[in-house]
């Protein structure tokens, strides 16, 4: 290590790219190591290591993993791997053994450095290759907002600036890192005493926002938008006066879209985030501010579900027109069916549409979302958590939440000792060992 420090100037690990956890309790005489995940794009996704898999050796003696204490000796292992040989993974899967050709990556930094901004009122950092993965971001470029400081410039743009923004573009030049950032922050004040409006290009989520950033000054409010009846499948923004402003363009108004939804009708038609709409119908829409956050959606409301609008876009500084089939809102989460297990003291219900689309998940993605778990059960000593998604439960798979009442009622009844849920959580899968004490 002292070596790799003078010739490097730092230590290199090595890394794969997979969650691990101790084997289950019950799976005595046995060795190895449990995959509960693998990071896409990563050393282990290459290799074909797959969730569920446990991993018996790696180039060497058997792995022994039964205990958290365990972990250690594990994780020591994995980093002293040779970067960029290739090594021999033998795992066990559906009860056999096969050997997959691993090739060890050196681990990067997972939390960058992080730097202040003060002329912007945050924190920030560069993304690493593994909060790019938990993001579900397909690119290193941008920067990390990490913290906004209440009444700051960020903190007081319209819309905020929030942490885990990732800042793309400032006055439409791609911001790459936080060192092109303070560069920029640099050209854009250096002689100047007043505050200097920016307009911000930042990603939150699966939606981009424009935001008009007064460096060095303050102020807030957050828009709201509730959609029923028929609708439009997209997310949109009020084009405040700042930002028609800072476009070159002080009379344009009507909202800018965040959000296409993806196989909608709206992206069919060609939609895009960032288009512009400025008239529906021929009608000239007149929002230029927060307070007028839901005139496109009252408008839309008056159509009938099926009904085709046509929407005045501006894109490129370039006007046209697109016609959209205006379609039935989706269920709210709310709204979806739910079950409350007595017994574990969780609460799921069936995925929604917009929870689909929040966690980035396919259209047909099935399981049992989990909306409340109560403190000191069964199912939060597992390390249940709220926002999980349970997928299986003894291996069965879990389509949703009726599904997962009548497995848990065959549980309840059998009065297991030991049940096993598969769930997902971000990026990663999980397997829980759940141990109810049907005694008491």
């Known amino acids: 290590m002292a070596e790799q420090i003078m010739t490097r100037g730092k230590v290199q690990r090595s890394w794969l790219g997979i969650d691990v956890q101790p084997l289950f309790k019950h799976a005595k005489g046995e060795h190895g190591v449990l995959i509960g995940g693998v990071l896409e794009d990563s050393p282990a996704a290459k290799a074909g290591l797959k969730a569920g898999d446990v991993l018996l050796r790696l180039g060497g003696p058997a792995i022994d993993v039964h205990y958290d204490e365990q972990m250690p000796d594990f994780m020591r292992l994995v980093s002293g791997l040779p970067i960029g040989q290739e090594v021999a993974a033998v795992v066990k899967r559906s009860g056999k053994e096969i050997t997959l050709p691993l090739v060890p990556a050196e681990r990067g930094e997972i939390y960058p450095k992080q730097q202040e901004l003060k002329q912007w009122g945050l924190t920030a950092r560069n993304l690493s290759f ?6 579900k971001r397909s690119t290193l470029e941008g920067v990390l907002v990490t913290s906004v400081r209440p009444g700051g410039p960020a ?19 791609p ?11 640099r050209k854009l004040t250096d002689g100047k ?6 307009v911000v290009t930042f990603a939150r989520k699966a939606s981009l926002y424009l935001a008009v950033v007064k460096v060095g000054i303050q102020e807030l409010k957050d828009p709201g938008l509730e959609v029923t009846k028929a609708w439009l499948p997209v997310e949109t923004h009020v084009i405040s006066r700042e930002i028609a402003r800072q476009l070159g363009q002080p009379a344009l108004k009507g909202c800018y879209i965040t959000r296409v939804y993806p196989d909608s009708t709206a992206e069919k038609a060609g939609l ?36 085709s609008v046509e929407l005045k876009i501006l894109r490129d500084k370039a006007e046209r027109k697109v016609s959209v089939e205006l379609v039935r809102s989706p269920r709210l989460p709310r709204e979806m069916k739910k079950y409350r297990n007595d017994d574990f003291e969780f609460t799921a219900r069936d995925v929604s549409f917009f929870d689909a689309a929040e966690q980035q998940w396919s259209a047909g993605q099935r399981g049992a979302f989990v909306e409340d778990v109560k403190s000191g059960s069964w199912a939060e000593l597992a390390s249940l958590y709220v926002d999980d998604l349970i997928v299986e439960v003894d291996g069965q798979p879990v389509e949703n939440a009726d599904a997962l009442r009548r497995k848990m009622e065959q549980i309840a009844e059998s009065k297991k000792s030991v049940v096993v849920m598969k769930v997902m959580r971000g990026i990663h899968t999980l397997y829980l060992e759940l141990e109810p004490n049907w005694k008491n």
């Open 130 to 135: 593994v909060l790019a993965r938990e993001m």
């Open 155 to 173: 903190g007081e743009a319209k819309p905020s600036l929030d942490a885990k923004d990732v800042i793309v573009e400032v006055n439409g030049a």
């Open 175 to 185: 911001v790459k890192s936080v060192q092109d950032l303070i560069d920029f922050t």
């Open 193 to 198: 005493t007043d505050p200097v409006s920016a």
């Open 272 to 307: 895009k985030a960032g288009d512009f709409i400025i008239a529906l119908d021929d009608e000239k829409l007149t929002a230029s501010g927060p307070e007028h956050e839901d005139e496109l959606s009252t408008l839309i409301r008056q159509y009938d579900i099926g009904k």
